[in-house]
């Protein structure tokens, strides 16, 4: 055992041992559907309890308005309610369509109808307020997949690019380890370089349950 009489030490930070955390866990997403042969993706609905307090914001790249939806809860979805969709967006900008031009349609107005608020904002205040009265409910909506090293900035994007996971045939590998082939949002072939990359489900689109 190593001598360390008369060497100076720094006190630890006090620990609370009554309420020890021993780790966060991650939590696999949920399948966001079923790939066909052509590789297309038929999404499956679920559904999710919104915040009781959705953050107003402005954004930065538009200075419209946007919502922060954090966390979103799943519930009806078996196996995996609980399951916390973190840092949703949605914005009051309309959709561009393949030509460019706006179409008449935005993620937040989605989300509106599919919460059933009827309220037909057109003012940033107006908007608020329909917000305000989404808070807390329960909307439906499409998942996909994304995983991300925040400190290298390596994504791989899309369920249908994440590799096939050997142990449960037909479904994507929720864990990529080092060497791991994936797509490319391009649909080039690529390698994972990261020593792991964590899937997470993010919202696809928010979808109305009710329309034919």
């Known amino acids: 055992m190593a001598d360390t009489a008369g060497l100076k030490y720094t006190e630890p930070e006090q620990m609370d041992w ?64 609980g ?24 993620m937040v107005g989605n989300l509106l109808k599919s919460v059933g608020i009827t309220a037909k904002p057109q003012r940033t205040v107006e908007y608020d307020a329909a917000m305000k009265l989404a808070a807390g409910k329960v909307a439906a909506f499409t998942i996909d997949w ?32 080092e060497g791991d082939t994936y797509r490319t949002k391009e649909g080039a072939e690529a390698k994972v370089t990261s020593p792991v990359l964590f899937a997470n489900a993010r919202v696809r689109f928010f979808v109305d349950p009710n329309r034919k």
């Not at 309309?94 to 349609?105: C, E, F, L, S």
């Not at 925040?150 to 864990?175: H, W």
Request: net charge positive; glycine share 8%; hydrophobic share 30%.
């Open 146 to 177: 994304q995983a991300r090293n925040k400190d290298t900035g390596e994504v791989v994007e899309g369920y249908a690019n994440f590799p096939d996971d050997p142990l449960r045939p037909g479904m994507k590998k929720t864990v990529l380890k």
């Open 18 to 81: 009554d309420h020890y955390n021993p780790s966060s866990k991650y939590a696999p997403p949920p399948q966001c559907g079923v790939l066909g042969p052509d590789g297309k993706l038929t999404s499956t609905i679920f559904y999710g309890t919104l915040p009781k307090v959705i953050v107003e914001e402005i954004s930065a790249t538009t200075q419209l308005r946007q919502y922060l939806l954090d966390p979103i809860v799943l519930v009806r979805s078996g196996e995996s309610d």
């Open 83 to 106: 399951y916390q969709i973190r840092f949703t967006r949605a914005s009051v900008k309309k959709w561009a369509g393949k030509d460019g031009k706006p179409i008449n349609a935005s």
